[in-house]
């Protein structure tokens, strides 16, 4: 029980901290004039993938 009440009173405690009364700050809007797909990155995330799925299938094979 007294490791559930310090877990509580712990989080209240953040919780509470983070609590600020200063006003958010300004969002700058950011005008994107690069609008070109991102190939390099998908094609690098397709071999992640696939190296992935390799050596799952050979781990089971192995097993």
């Known amino acids: 029980m007294k490791p559930l009440l310090l877990s509580c009173s712990i989080a209240a405690l953040l ?3 983070g609590c600020t009364s200063s006003p958010p700050a300004e969002v700058i809007p950011v005008a994107v004039t690069d609008t070109e797909p991102v190939g390099e990155g998908l ?8 190296g992935a799925s390799v050596v799952l299938t050979l781990g089971r094979l192995l097993r």
Do not use: D, E, G, P
């Not at 995330?45 to 696939?50: D, G, H, N, S, T």
């Open 43 to 50: 094609k690098t995330l397709a071999y992640a993938f696939l």
């Open 15 to 17: 919780s509470a901290v």
